[in-house]
């Protein structure tokens, strides 16, 4: 498989890249993962269960170039996680409409 193009293309075996996608879900399967019944969030998600997705957005919206717009967040609004988040970070979201936020 070949990333990139031009002189900054670059090839990696099929294996290679199949591994690392492997150990991305997992790591992805692993940070979604929700606690168990009765079990707290590890801290500090336990006193800001809203940190890990300021983190990832504020990761996102950050790390474009500076010559480019405001990033636009577009969500459905059916879980509200994203647009608290959104608004803690002083960022609108973009969404269906047909609700009232809370």
């Known amino acids: 498989m070949t990333l990139g193009s031009?002189?900054?293309?670059k090839s990696y075996p099929k294996k290679q890249v199949d591994a690392l996608r492997?150990?991305?879900?997992?790591?992805l399967a692993e940070a979604c993962r929700l606690p168990k019944p009765g079990?707290?969030?590890?801290?500090?998600f336990d006193s800001d269960p809203l940190l890990a997705h300021?983190?990832?957005?504020s990761r996102i919206i950050r790390s474009r170039r500076v010559?480019?717009?405001r990033p636009q967040v577009f969500t459905t609004k059916y879980d509200l996680v994203i647009e608290s988040a959104l608004d803690q970070l002083g960022y609108p979201a973009l969404g269906t409409s047909g609700g009232e936020r809370g």
């Open 54 to 57: 300021r983190t990832f957005l």
């Open 6 to 9: 031009g002189a900054d293309a």
């Open 39 to 44: 079990k707290p969030l590890d801290a500090p």
């Open 67 to 69: 010559n480019l717009p």
């Open 22 to 27: 492997q150990q991305i879900n997992r790591a």
